[in-house]
């Protein structure tokens, strides 16, 4: 089992930056991937950003070159940098982890990029 917990989310405006944590516990050695996804009102859920143990990235081309995703050494942490948001980045975003088949989700946290 797996537990992930969101947190950093909040309010600000066009061109800002802000960095998410998702905080990981439970069997952690067993994951082999982890991802921060969103899903707007209306929209589905839809893939943001995920790394591999390898290290390997993977970005969805509407945040390439603007968000970047990291882990600290023990994968305790998950981060999501997030610079010159847009307002189309608005959305509940997840932290979500691979292990064993089968794939964890947090709560999420709620990032509202407005003027």
């Known amino acids: 089992q797996v537990q992930l917990v969101e947190s950093g989310g909040g309010l600000v405006q066009p061109g800002e930056s802000l960095k998410l944590s998702c905080a990981v516990s439970?069997?952690?050695?067993?994951?082999?991937?982890v991802a921060w996804h969103r899903q707007a009102p209306g929209n589905q859920r839809e893939f943001v950003a995920g790394?591999?143990?390898?290290?390997?990235?993977q970005y969805a081309d509407s945040v390439k070159g603007r968000f970047t995703i990291s882990t600290d050494s023990t994968w305790n942490t998950v981060y999501l940098q997030m610079s010159n948001l847009k307002a189309e980045d608005t959305a509940v975003y997840f932290c979500?982890?691979?292990?064993?088949?089968?794939?964890?989700w947090g709560q999420g946290t709620q990032v509202t990029v407005s003027s």
């Open positions: 979500a982890a691979l292990n064993n088949g089968a794939r964890s």
């Open positions: 439970g069997r952690i050695f067993t994951i082999v991937h």
């Open positions: 790394v591999s143990r390898g290290g390997t990235t």
